[in-house]
């Protein structure tokens, strides 16, 4: 048997629908746990944590997604981290948990798609060493409860999710914060029967 998964939760602000015209504001990455195929072991989800606020790479913006975060724009122009520096950095982060839980880094959002398509970009973009995930290591959380609880994808939204499944955490749209509270949501996941 080979290395065990370990898992990162991801969270992703940004101010467009895809990544090039439009800029990742910021993004959270929290470990959420490791799983070897068989079972799952739980991280506490605030121990192992990156965050970054980016400077965007662009100057289009769609209004109502930049103000999404919270964030200002005109901050993140002026102070907001190079791409570069942050996403090397984030490689290099992801790479040492990964080492010292001697396993294999797997992304996981809720939704993925959103998420992985800005992450991915940015590392093939402006990392040093590319993605720590590859080109495909990646588990959407969405799917996963959808498999579980016999949904369709459509009814996979936490509004119908028994209620032992979710976080206690707030959603609020900061992306570390998102990834707190997502990673509680996979944990949950992972050790479920899909009962009600």
């Given at each position: 048997m080979g290395?065990?998964?370990?898992?990162?939760?991801?969270?992703?602000?940004?101010?467009?629908p895809v990544p090039g015209p439009y800029s990742m504001s910021?993004?959270?990455?929290?470990?959420?746990g490791v799983f070897d195929g068989r079972s799952?072991?739980?991280?506490?989800?605030?121990?192992?944590?990156?965050?970054?606020?980016?400077?965007?790479i662009s100057a289009e913006f769609?209004?109502?997604?930049?103000?999404?975060?919270?964030?200002?724009?005109?901050r993140l122009v002026a102070e907001g981290q190079d791409p570069r520096a942050a996403m090397t950095a984030a490689g290099v982060w992801v790479r040492a948990r990964a080492r010292e839980a001697k396993a294999v880094p797997v992304f996981a959002a809720y939704p993925l798609g959103f998420d992985w398509l800005f992450?991915?970009?940015?590392?093939?973009?402006?990392?040093?060493?590319?993605?720590p995930f590859g080109h495909a290591r990646a588990l959407d959380i969405k799917?996963?409860?959808?498999?579980?609880?016999?949904a369709q994808i459509r009814d996979a939204v936490k509004s119908a999710m028994?209620?032992?499944?979710?976080?206690?955490?707030?959603?609020?749209h900061h992306a570390l914060d998102d990834a707190i509270e997502q990673a509680e949501l996979l944990q949950?996941?992972?050790?479920?029967?899909?009962s009600r």
């Open positions: 290395a065990p998964d370990l898992y990162f939760s991801c969270d992703v602000e940004a101010d467009g910021s993004f959270g990455l929290s470990v959420a799952f072991t739980p991280y506490p989800p605030t121990k192992h944590t990156f965050y970054a606020e980016l400077k965007p769609v209004p109502e997604a930049a103000a999404v975060s919270g964030l200002d724009r005109a992450m991915y970009w940015y590392f093939i973009q402006f990392a040093e060493a590319g993605s799917t996963l409860y959808a498999a579980r609880a016999g028994p209620r032992r499944l979710l976080s206690r955490r707030p959603h609020t949950n996941l992972m050790v479920w029967d899909g």
